[in-house]
């Protein structure tokens, strides 16, 4: 069963697909056709990034009008309606369609495989299902905006009984809540999937504590889904129920209990949010490793800490609804601080990993010192948001709006963006521009402070959010236009990002199997992976094999020579077939340790 | 919506002679202090006696007890809160934003220092480690240690807001609806009532708590004074009762805060804390009012 490799002098090895690849390969569909009937996790992977990312890029421009409209009192420039529904479509584009799909229907998709050397996802049709349900979440949601009474208008949250049909009796409504639901299922079938591969497929050596940390987050965030988003799915359900077929759950008039949907939103609606964080915070301690050139500091310590950041998140919903009065106020107060301490074990961790290294500033690694410096802004707000008094004060007002944004644009965008100007040349054999993508981050951090510290000072001040207009006597024009200002910067920093895929496009720069010196299993195949991702693997001996395999003096545990049975040390096609077959994954798993025993 | 409206708009503004138009006082007014707030005394409650973490502990807790005993500390931006319930929110606040300033300069510090510090210099291959229990343990222990003390001056603040006064000066129904407030002083006969930029009213009497018992006709709605730092959903089938005990005569404005459908902009409210004997005459000569024209107050 065992897979080992001799190390070839040259430090990494060729693949040499020519010669491996089995012969069903030669037909392989290409262009639009195989977009379509793929179920190749890095195919499938692709089309999820970047349908997220023109989902992004949509929801984007639907926050520079909500900013064009604040940047003057009493301004006009859209009516009151028109701005519910750009505020409601840009919180649920940019959270339901882009950041979760990004993180794990995007990067987990093709990057959970290649960091445990597997061929592909446990389930490859599933895998596709979940993306053609996104697309069509996507479709359909935003589809609600050719309806005669326009796109959803009652906020991401959809609060009952606003949401129910006697106050939202539009068509927008029912299309916004399908999509969720179907996303919602796409979400559920992408976690079982995650689990199962990262369960049954890893690669013979590649035991649980030497799978590198965002395969490890992703696995976290796998069975955060399954425990969130059924409920979600559920409470949607309901409400169409309530709006379709006089269910009454969540109406007072029929007996229902409104502040039931709050429960449930937010039941799922946290864990949501390390839903969408986790992911980017594994990509993270996967760019400060390789561009400090030392192991992850704590790894596992890390792993604990998202284990202990996920098992919280499940009890702590109920701190968006302190100012209901109907929940019990410590409970959910204690349980907010405490998530604090793993979050900051992560920090102290990310920064033991920096400390004494050899520090290169790539667009990557800037991109991940920008998630440091940025989250921990919106970090800290929020641990003042946790104090119910003090969220008593400030919430729903552009406190809470600082504060989230902080938080998400610091995951989403500064360590997503990050691991996508890392990854890129893995998913694709092209490098993107190093300029470009400095300018791209430096113009996007200046932007981000200028766009959210006057958003706290607003907030303080007492403009609430999701209001339309403000009166022009209430001082706040001038923090408005600044933070109008900062908004204008970070969007326009997209069209360098944009220039940059265009230019690798036209001219592209090869950038090899390795081109950042990386550590984890995944700089060990080619650049693009051919199918099924590996013709051989390097012995897997702790969480950086590749890193192992260039530094063999640093190996953390020294291994027992190896005896290796002659005809297994070096492997043909028949190795290599074994591999891409599906169904040989499971035992290969089960055998684990077997690479170290000899 | 089923409420009736009539508008004698400028009724109002005779009956409420303004003392203080600016909503937030500058000076804390530490004569109506309440006497029953322990919110003086030192926190001891926390202890530990790790001699890795004491030292740590010792700051955290000499700070932040330094700071809630403290009038001087900066407001943060923060509203300094015109009820004596704000008013504690704003202390906890001038606290808390000190030991997140302090917390945050330190990893910044650190953060920066390693970006600074260790740019890379050569090709050589820098020590590789792994991990130091030790140090893991204290950075896991000292934040603990620290959450638990704000969460402990948490919860005392929480509690005082909270408290509702055995007897109220005056009790008001607050019925929030799509798009306007109506303020039902129902002992008393007077109610007020407006929609949107109507800017309805809610007389109170300076210096006396003033219990509100809040309900929603609707949709979900927020209650929300700025000066007053304090917000309170107003939901359909959920009765919430708080009070308000504002320390500064003046007008305060008011504004729903949670979304609740096209209009929620412009669903506006003030109110007016005047001296009690003011309050009293105000209420006499409403109901009066009310009960020839058979109308309520905008
Ligand atoms: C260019 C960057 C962005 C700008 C300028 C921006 C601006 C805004 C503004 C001004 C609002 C408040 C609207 C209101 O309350 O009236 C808002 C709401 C929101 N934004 Fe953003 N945003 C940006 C990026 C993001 C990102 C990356 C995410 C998530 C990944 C996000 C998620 C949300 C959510 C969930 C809401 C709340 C919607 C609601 O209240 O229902 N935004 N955004
Ligand atoms: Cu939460
Ligand atoms: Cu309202």
Not at chain 1, 41 to 48: A, F, M, R
Not at chain 1, 207 to 228: D, E, H, K, Q, S
Not at chain 2, 65 to 84: D, E, I, N, Y
């Amino acid at each position: 069963m065992t897979i080992l490799q001799e190390r070839t002098e040259s430090g990494l090895p060729h693949p040499e697909p020519a010669r491996h690849e089995p012969a069903h390969h030669a037909a392989r569909p290409s262009g639009f056709y195989e977009w379509v009937t793929s179920t190749d996790h890095k195919v499938i992977g692709k089309n999820y990034m970047y349908t997220s990312l023109v989902v992004f890029i949509a929801a984007g421009i639907m926050a520079l009008i909500i900013r064009a409209q604040l940047v003057q009192p009493n301004n006009t420039l859209v009516t009151f309606q028109q701005y519910n529904e750009l505020f409601t479509m840009h919180g649920s584009l940019m959270l339901y369609l882009f950041a979760g799909p990004f993180a794990f229907g995007g990067f987990a998709n093709i990057l959970v495989p290649l960091q445990i050397g597997a061929p592909d996802m446990a389930f490859p049709r599933l895998n596709a299902l979940s993306y053609w349900l996104y697309l069509s979440g996507v479709l359909i949601m935003c589809g609600g905006f050719l309806t005669v009474g326009g796109a959803a208008d009652f906020g991401w949250v959809s609060y009952a009984p606003l949401s129910g049909s006697l106050y939202s009796p539009g068509t927008g409504a029912d299309m916004w809540i399908i999509a969720i639901v179907l996303t919602g299922f796409s979400a559920i079938f992408t976690g079982v999937n995650l689990l199962t591969t990262i369960f049954y497929l890893r690669a013979p050596g590649m035991t649980m504590f030497r799978v590198p940390l965002f395969t490890w987050t992703m696995l976290i965030t796998g069975l955060l889904i399954l425990l969130a988003f059924p409920v979600l799915g559920a409470a949607m359900i309901m409400l169409f129920a309530d709006r379709h077929f006089g269910a009454h759950i969540f109406t007072v008039a029929g007996g229902g209990v409104p502040v039931l949907w709050q429960n449930l939103f937010w039941f799922w609606g946290h864990p949501e949010v390390y839903i969408l964080a986790l992911p980017f915070f594994g990509m993270v301690s996967e760019i400060l490793p390789v561009f400090s050139k030392k192991p992850i500091f704590g790894y596992k310590g890390m792993i604990f800490a998202t284990i202990a950041i996920a098992a919280l998140s499940t009890s702590v919903w109920a701190h968006h609804m302190f100012t209901t009065g109907v929940v019990l106020l410590p409970f959910f107060s204690l349980m907010s601080y405490m998530i604090a301490v793993p979050t900051g074990i992560k920090f102290f961790n990310w920064i033991g990993t920096m400390w004494r290294g050899q520090l290169s500033f790539t667009v990557p690694m800037l991109f991940a010192i920008g998630f440091l410096l940025c989250f921990l802004s919106g970090g800290l707000s929020g641990i003042l948001l946790a104090s119910p008094p003090i969220d008593f004060a400030v919430h729903d007002t552009y406190f809470v709006v600082a504060h989230f944004h902080q938080v998400l644009v610091a995951t989403v965008v500064f360590a997503g963006f990050g691991g996508f100007y890392f990854w890129y040349p893995k998913f694709t054999g092209r490098m993107l521009r190093s300029g470009l993508g400095k300018a791209h981050f430096w113009m996007l951090f200046v932007g981000f402070w200028l766009t959210y510290i006057p958003m706290y000072a607003l907030g303080l001040d007492g403009m609430p959010r999701r209001e339309a207009t403000y009166a022009a006597g209430r001082g706040w024009t001038m923090l408005n236009e600044i933070s109008s200002a900062g908004a204008v910067l970070m969007g326009l920093s997209f069209v360098f990002w944009l220039i940059n895929l265009w230019i690798s496009w036209r001219n592209p720069v090869a950038a090899g199997n390795d081109p950042w010196d990386g550590q984890s299993l995944e700089w060990y195949t080619t650049s693009p992976p051919p199918p099924h991702n590996y013709y051989k693997l390097p012995p897997i001996r702790s969480e950086r094999p590749v890193w192992d395999m260039k530094h063999p003096e640093h190996l953390k545990v020294h291994q027992p020579e190896i005896h290796v049975p002659a005809g297994v040390a070096s492997p043909g096609p028949g190795a290599a077939s074994a591999i891409s077959m599906p169904d040989a994954g499971g035992s290969r798993g089960s055998n684990s340790e077997s690479g170290e025993g000899g | 919506m089923a409420f009736p409206i009539f508008l004698p708009a400028t009724r109002i503004a005779r009956l409420v002679p303004v003392t203080a138009t600016t909503p937030e006082a500058r000076t804390p007014d530490t004569s109506v202090a309440r006497p029953d707030r322990p919110f003086e005394k030192p926190a001891s409650a926390v202890s530990t006696r790790s001699p890795a973490s004491r030292l740590a502990v010792l700051v955290t807790i000499v700070g932040t007890a330094l700071v809630m005993t403290s009038c001087t500390l900066p407001a943060w931006g923060a509203k300094h809160g015109a009820t004596l319930q704000g008013h504690d929110t704003f202390k906890l606040w001038q606290g808390l934003v000190l030991a997140a300033i302090i917390v945050g300069a330190i990893v910044y510090g650190l953060i920066l220092w390693s970006v600074f510090r260790y740019r890379r210099k050569s090709d050589a291959i820098p020590r590789q480690f792994h991990e130091h229990t030790a140090l893991e343990v204290i950075w896991t222990a000292i934040p603990l240690l620290i959450v638990l003390v704000v969460f402990f001056f948490t919860v005392k603040t929480e509690n005082n807001v909270d408290a509702l006064a055995p007897h109220p000066a005056v009790t008001i129904k607050v019925t929030a609806f799509q798009w306007g407030w109506k303020f039902a002083y129902e002992h008393d006969g007077v109610t007020v009532l407006g929609e949107t930029l109507q800017n309805p009213e809610m007389v109170l009497p300076v210096g006396e708590a003033a219990r509100i018992v809040l309900v929603s006709a609707d949709v979900v709605h927020g209650f929300y004074v700025d000066a007053f730092d304090f917000s309170r959903y107003a939901q359909p089938g959920v009765t919430n009762r708080f009070d308000l005990t504002v320390r500064h005569a003046g007008v305060y404005q008011g504004q729903c805060s949670d979304f609740c459908g096209l209009y929620h902009t412009e669903m506006l409210f003030r109110v007016a804390a005047v001296p009690p004997a003011q309050f009293r005459a105000w209420l006499a000569s409403t109901r009066h009012y009310e009960s020839i024209h058979h109308t309520y107050i905008t």
